[in-house]
Each structure stands twice: as structure tokens, then as C-alpha cells.
Nanobody
Framework: QVRLVESGGGLVQAGASLRLSCAAS????????MGWFRQAPGKEREFVVA???????YYADSVKGRFTISRDNAKNTVYLQMNSLKPEDTADYYC?????????????????WGQGTQVTVSS
């Protein structure tokens, strides 16, 4: 079992940065692909990024070049550094995990989800 707890959301102005953290509990953290999804009000859930235990990454085009995912396997923590934030980045951000070792942007493929943290970017 994996439990995920996000933190770091907030209200910022366009162009600012935020760093989200996801603390994972469970003995097999290093075996999981970790990632982030987001969901804006009235919109579908959207894949943001994923990272393998070895560090390889997979980004959605909408965030490529602005967001960076990293993980600290010793601390069982995944980070999402978000730079140059735009109003369209406003959403609830969810940390996710899966045993699948192939990258996937399908939210059905992620077995574990955090409770979400809200990010609001004002124009």
C-alpha cells in the first residue's frame, strides 16, 4: 500500500513559481512510477508529469520547459517545481503512483492518489 500526501499549493501571480511536495509512505516507494495530475474546475483530469525511480521523466506538452519533477528516494518524496506559472495552470494538483514501469498519461493506470493540493494563479 502507498499513501500520498501533497503540500505546497497556494495562490500566486502569473509568472511566479511554486514547489509542490508529495510525501509517500509504504515500503515499496522505489518501485513505483510517481507523477502528478491536475484538474481545473469544470474540466477533465489532466496528466502533468511522471518520473521513474531511476529519474527518467515524461512531461505533458503544456508544462514542458516550465515544470520539473524530481524525486528523493531516500526521503520517499516527489517534488514538482513549477515556474512561469500561468492562469491556465490553476487546478487541484494530485500526486499519483503506479507499479507500472511504462509511462502512461491515463489516470486509470495510477493505483494510488493523494488528496490534492490547490494551486491558483492570478493574472
Amino acid at each position: 500500500q502507498v499513501r500520498l500526501v501533497e503540500s505546497g499549493g497556494g495562490l500566486v501571480q502569473a509568472g511566479a513559481s511554486l514547489r509542490l511536495s508529495c510525501a509517500a509512505s509504504g515500503p515499496t516507494f522505489n518501485n513505483h512510477v510517481m507523477g502528478w495530475f491536475r484538474q481545473a474546475p469544470g474540466k477533465e483530469r489532466e496528466f502533468v508529469v511522471a518520473v521513474r525511480s531511476g529519474g527518467s521523466t515524461y512531461y505533458a506538452d503544456s508544462v514542458k520547459g516550465r515544470f520539473t519533477i524530481s524525486r528523493d528516494n531516500a526521503k520517499n518524496t516527489v517534488y514538482l517545481q513549477m515556474n512561469s506559472l500561468k492562469p491556465e495552470d490553476t487546478a487541484d494538483y494530485y500526486c499519483v503512483a503506479t507499479f507500472r514501469q511504462t509511462f502512461t498519461s491515463n489516470h486509470h493506470d495510477y493505483e494510488w492518489w493523494g488528496q490534492g493540493t490547490q494551486v491558483t494563479v492570478s493574472s
